[in-house]
């Protein structure tokens, strides 16, 4: 006898006469139809009060669909709507979904309120069956002019033929010389060129008389603040000012400043050491020099050669108070030097 199969029970033709109507016999095998996992699981029936509570939850979302749909404000039950028409299939869907969790679309809507709406009128005798919207505003249009087909097409040519030209000849145009001529542009471009007679332009010099900068005034604002001043006409003001700074704001000037600041700020420190004038520096502020500079500072350098050339630098490192970075540079110069 062949081995028994999956599904199959191996028997003899003795037992074929048990059940007839659930077996069916073949080649001295018994086949059960239909297998145990293909057949049909049978579910227990409803109560009342299940199905009373079905049927209550879908007549409230028809409910739900009928008033969101019909957008009757303010009054559900109102004849009369402030809103401008009923909302779209895909808004009441959205609305549906934001309410129950789910996720339907606009066409199981519209198919709901078809299938159910006379049904759900009949339970509510007082909901309208004709609701009046309101009317839109009207939004005036400016006519369109009345143009031939053949003066919009030259016109659209002539606007297309224009931006190519301008584009051909974007910061490339200069004006006739004539023009150029009555423009007096040179009056403009030229500093130093007096454009406005009410103006006074004070020049600030150096000590070798170089200008180094210029500051502009009212004429009526600079004739008011001396007698002197005042009885003279503004051509005849010629006025030089000396200005004296501290080392400590030359230091700040330095530190703080940008490298044209800084490079005037160091020029002048080498005039004054080669005219051998005296400048009065304070052991704290050549400290605030050093801490606020980086290794390899020019004005690092020019200073400790300034210290050691005067002959300080034995007493500057026997000072307490003396920075590290400053004595630091100062004893390997020394070093140098023996």
């Known amino acids: 006898m062949a081995p028994a199969k999956r599904g199959r ?3 003899t033709d003795d ?3 048990k059940s007839p109507g659930s077996r069916h016999v073949r080649q001295g095998f018994i086949i059960s139809y239909p297998p145990r996992k293909y057949r049909s699981i049978t579910h227990r029936a409803m109560t009342s009060a299940q199905k009373y509570a079905k049927q209550q939850h879908l007549e409230e979302q028809v409910h739900f669909i009928i008033i969101t ?8 039950y109102g004849t009369a709507s402030t809103a401008h028409g009923p909302l779209t299939w895909a808004a009441v869907a959205k609305a549906y979904n934001e309410k129950y969790n789910v996720s339907v679309t606009a066409a199981a809507m519209e198919k ?8 759900w009128l009949s339970n509510h005798p007082n909901y309208p069956t004709t609701i009046v919207y309101a009317k839109k ?3 005036l249009q400016t006519p369109c002019p009345d143009t031939s087909a053949r003066e919009r097409r030259d016109r659209s040519t002539h606007d297309l033929l224009d931006k190519r030209d301008a584009n051909e000849h974007v910061a490339g145009w200069l004006p006739p010389d004539d023009i150029r001529n009555q423009s007096d542009m040179r009056s403009y471009i030229e500093r130093g060129t007096a454009i406005n007679t009410g103006v006074v332009t004070i020049q600030i010099l150096n000590g070798h008389g170089e200008p180094v900068d210029a500051i502009s005034i009212d ?10 001043l005042g009885r003279l006409r503004s051509s005849e003001l010629t006025l030089e000012v000396q200005l004296n700074g501290s080392a400590v704001a030359a230091i700040q000037c330095y530190v703080l400043e940008d490298d044209h600041v800084k490079g005037l700020v160091l020029d002048r420190w080498r005039m004054l050491a080669d005219q051998a004038e005296e400048v009065e520096l304070e052991l704290d502020e050549l400290d605030l020099l050093f801490d606020c500079t980086e290794d390899g500072d020019a004005a690092r350098t020019f200073w400790v050669e300034a210290v050691c050339a005067a002959g300080l630098s034995e007493g500057l490192l026997t000072r307490k108070k003396c920075g590290i970075a400053l004595a630091e540079h100062v004893r390997d110069l020394m070093l140098s030097y023996a």
């Open 9 to 11: 029970t191996a028997k």
């Open 15 to 17: 037992h074929h006469s």
């Open 69 to 76: 749909r019909d957008n009757n404000k303010p009054n559900a």
């Open 112 to 119: 709901r309120v078809r299938q159910h709406r006379a049904l």
């Open 137 to 139: 505003d009207k939004c």
């Open 219 to 228: 004429c009526h604002i600079f004739q008011k603040s001396a007698c002197l």
